[in-house]
């Protein structure tokens, strides 16, 4: 009982500081309390509960029976909206807080909000090696069912909260994509309903501009209801390499080497300078070796990037076997290091053995409870961007990331980017090896002013051929979005299956020159 009263006793001191400060006060100056109190026991009873619904959900088989009473029951929604005149422009009526995105989703107060009630696992086919979900399916549901019967996506995008939806609609990688490409290039099959509301299927040969043309299009070609995806066999752990490599030139020709051998299952880099970085390499493996077993997923271990750092700062190489499952989720604890920003002191042991177990805070809480005001301060003194450029402009790229914006450490991943229809492929008419460039903290640059800033980065990711990814603040104009991205095939499309007058284009949805 003891620890029940002293939790009872902080918390009520914490009222009454509240009440003498303001919330807002709190919030932005002391907001490490806040959310150790309250965000991280709520995000702990979010988990729960998602997990045990899931599980429940597919152990009595009753979601694929659900799915397609669902699904009707959104087709209805939107002949409704099209019976009432199509006043507004359509989007799903999932709260904007609940979104990974660090952007604020606006446009939803004002749009026909259709609820799209799809969480589930439908079917795990072994055999044509293929997982049938719905969008709301998160990265955490899939690897704790997957891994538990020993099969795995081929690119299992990092935060546990990322979902189905969010990764075909935007976009996905994770350390594989060097192998296997983006996460809309394991994708098999979509179901959508569309600004009619009929359902339609589509593959890459079923209805297949549709299917090229639905990544990265942020919904506005219609409600995604559920997506196939290939599945491979998994192993129980990652046999990880870690080397430090000093010296930029060197970096860049190390990471490019090692992202070119398919042997290598996983290929990652973590750059804490311009000229110092750790270059990772994995493969799967049932056998590891006992004293080299790392569970770096335990709530009282280092963060992974800490963790990391140590190969660095110690200048030795390291060997380490790190179970499958934590190996995917090794960024989730630390949100990959942008927790140390609002718990400065969440890396310290006495930190983590006391409440590790509830890290980390849920990102959707955290939006819930930003405030405008905090919100805004972020937006102008914080950056959270991922840009994908070719690997020959790697060493170009991150001249242009240190002069800009100085943020680090920086995340450096690997992806093959096939010559495919759609927003997003390679200038020419080959395969291209491409790496995503993750800047995610405060700016170091002397006068940071983020509108010139990050417009400074995108012009040179233009300039390259490559792209910026749409879940974060976005300072592009139309003309300048669209020399980004093709959209030859969207627009075609959304001419032919009456978008324009049912969901916004993409542009509109997620810049901020659109926006505001």
């Known amino acids: 009982m003891e620890p029940a009263v002293s939790l009872a006793v902080c918390a009520l001191l914490f009222l009454l500081w509240v009440r003498v400060k303001g919330l807002e006060f709190v919030l932005i100056h002391q907001r490490w309390v806040f959310v150790c109190l309250f965000l991280l026991p709520l995000s702990l009873i979010f988990d729960i509960y998602y997990y045990l619904r899931a599980w429940v959900v597919f152990r009595l088989s009753s979601a694929p029976r659900l799915h397609e009473q669902r699904v009707r029951d959104i087709q209805k929604q939107v002949r409704e909206w099209k019976e009432q005149g199509s006043k507004t422009f359509m989007c799903t009526g999932r709260p904007g807080w609940l979104t990974v995105s ?173 000229d110092e970085a750790v270059i990772m390499t994995g493969v799967m493996t049932d056998e590891a070796e006992p004293s080299k077993l790392n569970s770096i997923g335990s709530y009282y271990k280092p963060w992974f990037f800490k963790h990391v750092e140590n190969y660095l700062k110690t200048n030795r190489e390291g060997l380490e076997y790190i179970p499958l499952r934590q190996y ?32 980390p805070p849920k990102i959707s809480l955290l939006k819930l409870t930003q405030g405008e005001t905090l919100r805004k301060l972020y937006e102008q003194h914080h950056v959270v961007q991922d840009m994908l450029v070719p690997m020959k402009c790697l060493q170009q790229a991150l001249h242009t990331f240190h002069n800009d914006i100085h943020v680090y450490p920086i995340w450096l991943c690997p992806f093959i980017l096939p010559s495919q229809p759609g927003l997003v492929h390679p200038k020419g008419d080959e395969t291209e090896l491409y790496v995503d460039i993750g800047a995610y903290g405060e700016p170091r640059v002397k006068h940071f002013e983020a509108r010139s800033c990050m417009r400074q980065l995108e012009k040179f990711v233009r300039s390259v051929h490559g792209f910026q990814m749409l879940y974060a603040d976005c300072y592009m104009d139309r003309e300048e979005f669209w020399e980004m991205f093709d959209g030859s095939l969207y627009h075609k499309l959304r001419k032919q299956l009456g978008c324009q007058d049912a969901f916004p284009e993409v542009y509109d949805k997620i810049c901020k020159a659109a926006r505001h």
């Not at 259709?114 to 709301?136: A, G, S």
């Not at 998994?234 to 090692?258: M, N, Q, S």
């Not at 995917?328 to 949100?335: D, E, F, L, N, V």
């Open 102 to 274: 660090l952007r604020v989703g606006k446009y939803k107060k004002t749009h026909k909000n259709i609820m799209i009630n799809l969480m589930d696992i439908l079917e795990v086919d072994t055999k044509k090696q293929i997982v049938r979900v719905e969008p709301l399916v998160s990265m955490g549901q899939v690897t704790a069912l997957l891994t538990s019967i020993g099969w795995t996506l081929p690119v299992l995008p990092e935060l546990d909260d990322l979902t189905v939806g969010g990764l075909i609609m935007g976009t996905g990688i994770e350390s594989s994509s060097h192998k296997y490409g983006l996460f809309q290039h394991i994708c098999t099959a979509y179901e959508l309903v569309l600004a009619d509301g009929s359902f339609v299927r589509c593959t890459p040969s079923e209805n297949s501009d549709l299917f090229y043309a639905v990544p990265w299009s942020c919904g506005t070609l219609g409600f995604l209801v559920a997506a196939e995806i290939r599945i491979i066999p998994a192993k129980k752990y990652v046999k990880l390499r870690l080397e430090p490599v000093r010296g930029l030139e060197a970096i860049c020709d190390k990471f490019t080497r090692e992202s070119q051998r398919l042997e290598n299952h996983f290929v990652e880099g973590l750059l804490y300078s311009l």
């Open 328 to 359: 995917y989720h090794r960024h989730t604890r630390s949100i990959f290091w942008e927790l140390q920003d609002i718990i400065p002191f969440g890396n310290n042991p006495v930190f983590r053995y006391l409440f590790g177990w509830m890290v």
